[in-house]
């Protein structure tokens, strides 16, 4: 049976996945008072993090529209697979749902079996689940056992941790709406955060220095992954016009885990990814 995957721009792409024919990426929109860009292949980090640090106003993003979705499902492939940043921070996942009614109602013979992922995260755990999907599929697995495969491994198989140099971005459009407001108050302090199995965010630790706040990160995914067999699971390290500082948690990582090397990869973060983890931030997302 053919497939295809579809994504939102939320979905850190690696240069492999570039690559694929069956991928489509359906982007969301990103303003910064009159300036509005969509986050697409053209989009450019550095220009957009300059854009956000000189302005006085506040970063915003749009999801997309049903119609986008509904149009990115069309084709002539038998399955599709949707995946879409966590529902507890953007309406993208019900973006999509209803993308898929419109879809039935417009190709109301069509047999085209189609389920959309709820990944209860972003950036690279959604490029994870993306990678498990096409694996999946190319095997020949039916379409109803990758979904249910795939639905396990989002909640049980991976993990994901941040840790930014501000967290404006996230307090200003009420995206850290569940963590307690002592925290909140105390974001002078470098948080490590954590996506739950929900789809929350929570506070895993913190330190006083980013430095050390790496060092904790890195022990966290040791001790999730201290009883796992890492033979040829991935590890992306997705940052926000910070390479230097994404080396240095690739080589924390390696040394406190049982990754290869050659699967711990970092990534450029999308423009939506760049709008919340901000200039000089962190994400980590793992298989386990």
């Known amino acids: 049976m053919s497939y295809k995957i579809v994504v939102d721009s939320c979905c ?7 690559g694929w024919s069956n991928l489509t990426v ?22 957009f993090i300059s854009r956000m640090v000189a302005s006085n106003e506040l970063a915003k993003s749009a999801c997309p529209s049903p119609d986008a979705f509904a149009k990115a499902i ?17 309406g993208c996942y019900n973006s999509a ?10 190709h109301d013979d069509s047999r085209k079996r189609i389920h959309v992922f709820n990944s ?33 491994y989002c909640v049980n198989g991976v993990g994901l941790y941040f840790c930014l140099e501000s967290m404006d971005a996230l307090k200003g459009n009420g995206r850290l709406y569940n963590l307690a407001a002592s925290v909140i108050e105390a974001l002078r302090v470098k948080l490590i955060c954590r996506r739950t199995e929900e789809g929350n ?7 006083l220095t980013i430095k050390r706040a790496l060092g904790k990160l890195a022990g966290f995914i040791a001790s999730e992954t201290e009883n796992s067999d890492l033979t040829g699971k991935k590890c992306y390290i997705t940052e926000v016009c910070c ?4 080396n240095e948690v690739k080589h924390r990582i390696k040394s406190a885990c049982n990754y290869d090397e050659s699967n711990i990869i970092i990534l450029k973060a999308s423009g939506l990814n760049s709008l919340y983890a901000s200039n000089g931030g962190i994400i980590v997302s793992f298989e386990k």
Do not use: C, W
Request: hydrophobic share 40%.
């Open 201 to 207: 965010i929570s506070v895993a630790g913190k330190d």
């Open 243 to 246: 390479v230097e500082k994404a």
């Open 120 to 152: 209860r995260a972003t950036s690279g755990l959604e490029t994870l689940m993306a990678e498990k999907i096409k694996k999946l599929a190319d095997s020949g697995m039916a379409f109803n056992e990758v979904v249910d495969t795939v639905e396990d």
């Open 26 to 47: 359906v982007p969301l929109t990103l303003q910064i008072g009159d300036y509005v860009v969509i986050d697409d292949e053209n989009f450019n980090q550095e220009d």
């Open 12 to 18: 850190d792409l690696s240069e492999e996945i570039k």
């Open 97 to 106: 749902l209803q993308g898929v009614a419109l879809y039935r109602d417009e």
């Open 74 to 90: 069309e084709g002539d492939e038998d399955d599709v697979y949707v995946i879409t940043i966590t529902s507890k921070l953007s």
